[in-house]
T-cell receptor
């Protein structure tokens, strides 16, 4: 059974700081990795995808992937109160499957 | 932009009722999924479909069935609703492009079974 582990939080950071969210996974066959943001009472929204080792930047968001160490992280620079949400890590199930395995999410709170 | 819509945001049903949840996507995606999300349990896959009239069981299919008669529409059916099926139900769709597997979610249906 593929496992995706995230610290449930809450992770509290002051406004303007860098928030660092981490995710580890158990299965080496995964090739596609995703970060979703979910506001309370809303559905998950895709914010980042990453497929290769290294960093991928999109505005204030940077996704980092290290397949050898089996972790993927999300950095949020200049955190804003509007970034307060639960962040879900997801990865593909490998072997041509179109299923994703989701972590249970890390709750981020940005303090004004 | 990808748009996935679900028939209801909130739904209240009684035990034993048959419940239909509808999902429609407008991006010509091959794959569609139904999840439920419960506090502390995360997202759990109920069923998915990778083609019209095709369906595959996910992790928790018991008590549910699905229908996909048209590419853009994927329905989840609770044959006889029970209180333990009270949950947030999320539909997602994805292009089915090998190597990307992206999924886009609808707004969700919060179902309460009394």
């Amino acid at each position: 059974q593929k496992e995706v582990e995230q610290n449930s939080g809450p992770l509290s950071v002051p406004e303007g700081a860098i928030a660092s969210l981490n995710c580890t996974y158990s299965d080496r066959v995964s090739q596609s990795f995703f970060w979703y943001r979910q506001y309370s009472g809303k559905s998950p929204e895709l914010i980042m995808s990453i497929y290769s080792n290294g960093d991928k930047e999109d505005g204030r968001f940077t996704a980092q992937l290290n397949k050898a160490s089996q972790y993927v992280s999300l950095l949020i620079r200049d955190s804003q109160p509007s970034d307060s949400a639960t962040y879900l890590c997801a990865l593909d199930s490998g072997a041509g499957s179109y299923q994703l395995t989701f972590g249970k999410g890390t709750k981020l709170s940005v303090i004004p | 932009d990808v748009k996935v819509t679900q028939s209801s945001r909130y739904l209240v049903k009684r035990t034993g009722e048959k419940v239909f949840l509808e999902c429609v996507q407008d991006m010509d995606h091959e794959n569609m999924f139904w999840y439920r999300q419960d506090p502390g349990l995360g997202l759990r896959l109920i069923y998915f479909s990778y083609d019209v009239k095709m369906k595959e069981k996910g992790d928790i299919p018991e008590g549910y069935s699905v229908s996909r008669e048209k590419k853009e529409r994927f329905s989840l059916i609770l044959e006889s609703a029970s209180t333990n099926q009270t949950s947030m139900y999320l539909c997602a769709s994805g292009p089915g492009t090998s190597g990307t597997d992206t999924q886009y979610f609808g707004p969700g249906t919060r179902l309460t079974v009394l």
